[in-house]
């Protein structure tokens, strides 16, 4: 028997620890242990012919790496086979993720409808972008479908979710939306930077692409920006790298090197925040200077039935009211020894959010009433410290509230 005939040299046969370790991997003629990282801008071909051919797809090779480079072709191919995608991208950051999934898929004229509680920059696009270049937009509650329904038009082409939502963790049902937007000929484009493709996996339940800024959890320690798209080869090797190809918001082959190592470690590390969170959850949740614990997995979470239907876990983040009002809020972010205040999530170190005077400070009260982003909200993404400690952290602030 060789080790071609060996059943564990199909990567389908392999468990997801060892795809995220191994996958996509291709050594170069120096049998490199790590990934290679080909820091470079062009390729040479090794005569006229097989330049003409490359740049008419007879011949495969690289050509360019505003589109194609071996580093970032690895780290597609190992965030493809984790979210069991047939194809994907990777881009310079999260927000060039949504804007290619978005721009690739409408044309002046289209409608788009998307969930209102959505990550500021999206919001942006979808409000202030779209409309500019004659592209209506819907927005809509989406924890009840019904309003994807009611808000659907005869040249509605996409339909963008994002779930759990930012700050309030609030669910929308990808099955149920999937199969309405497809009933109206729309695609649905899923944001899942807070879900991870650990915990949801919306190809699975319908969703036509995914977006991720790998920023958040897929870096998961604070160095690099980066984003991606995955869905079928159809859409991926069509409209998303054509838009790439020409208008280029393409991965930077460094960031590509160090996020496929963040992949390796991704699931470890998500599962080990999500049990710590669901912790705190916990504790919170029975804390006399608490008014509210928002946690999709928590008993209180007012969808917790989809929440336990769509994802594995509750996620690593956590919102909550503290008593007191923001007066409160600041005091026990400002007496946390362990968590830090800033504004990036799905990273080794816990963050603290106070989303009214930070992130949605831009929107007006009224609509951060309408978003359920009250003065004393806070949001905490869980890191991967000991759990004891940052209970007692915890405990420390909130005894300041
Ligand atoms: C951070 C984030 C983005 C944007 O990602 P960047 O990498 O910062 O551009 C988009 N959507 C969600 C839900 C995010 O949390």
Redesign the pocket.
């Known amino acids: 028997m060789t080790k071609a005939q060996n059943p564990l040299s199909d990567p389908k046969n392999r468990s997801q620890e060892t795809t995220l370790v191994h996958g996509g991997t291709v050594r170069s003629q120096h049998g490199e242990t790590s990934e290679a990282l080909f820091l470079n801008s062009g390729f040479v071909y090794p005569d006229s012919a097989s330049a003409e051919r490359r740049f008419s797809n007879q011949e495969p090779g690289y050509i360019y790496s505003r589109f194609s480079n071996p580093t970032v072709e690895m780290f597609q191919q190992r965030l493809a086979l984790l979210e069991g995608a047939e194809a994907a991208r990777g881009l ?7 804007t290619t999934a978005l721009m690739s898929q409408v044309r002046a004229g289209d409608h788009v409808v998307a969930s209102r509680a ?2 500021g ?2 919001l942006y696009v979808i409000q202030d972008y779209l409309p500019r270049w004659g592209v209506e937009t819907t927005l809509v509650d989406g924890r009840d479908p019904a309003n994807f329904e009611a808000a659907m038009r005869q040249n509605t082409k996409a339909v963008f979710i ?1 779930t759990p ?2 700050p309030t963790l609030e669910l929308v049902d990808i099955a149920a939306v999937a199969a309405i937007a497809h009933a109206h000929g729309a695609k649905l484009i899923v ?1 899942n ?2 879900a991870t493709p650990v915990l949801q996996s919306p190809l699975a339940l319908g969703a036509d692409l995914v ?6 959890h897929i870096d998961g320690q604070g160095r690099v ?3 991606a798209i995955l869905g079928s080869k159809e859409l991926i090797n069509g409209d998303i790298h054509t838009f790439i190809r020409q208008t280029g918001p393409s991965m930077s082959p460094f960031n590509a090197w160090v996020l496929l190592k963040g992949i390796e470690t991704l699931p470890l590390r998500v599962k080990a925040a999500t049990e710590t969170a669901t912790r705190i959850a916990e504790f919170l949740g029975n804390h006399p200077n608490i008014e509210r614990v928002i946690y999709p997995h928590h008993k209180d979470h007012p969808q917790l039935e989809l929440a336990k239907r769509q994802m594995k876990g509750g996620s690593t983040l956590v919102a909550f009211e503290v008593k007191g009002g923001q007066e409160a809020a600041y005091r026990v972010a400002d007496a946390l020894a362990i968590v830090v205040i800033s504004n ?3 990273d080794a170190k816990s963050i603290i959010t106070h989303p009214r005077t930070t992130t949605h400070q831009r929107f007006t009260e009224e609509q951060r009433a309408e978003m359920g982003i009250r003065p004393n909200l806070l949001r905490l993404s869980v890191g991967l410290e000991s759990t004891d400690d940052l209970i007692a952290d915890l405990a420390y602030g909130l005894e300041q509230a």
């Open positions: 310079a950051t999260g927000m060039a993720a949504v959505l990550f920059g999206c994002e939502t930012n944001d930077v807070f977006c991720y800024s790998a920023t958040k920006l980066g984003g990036n999530l799905g």
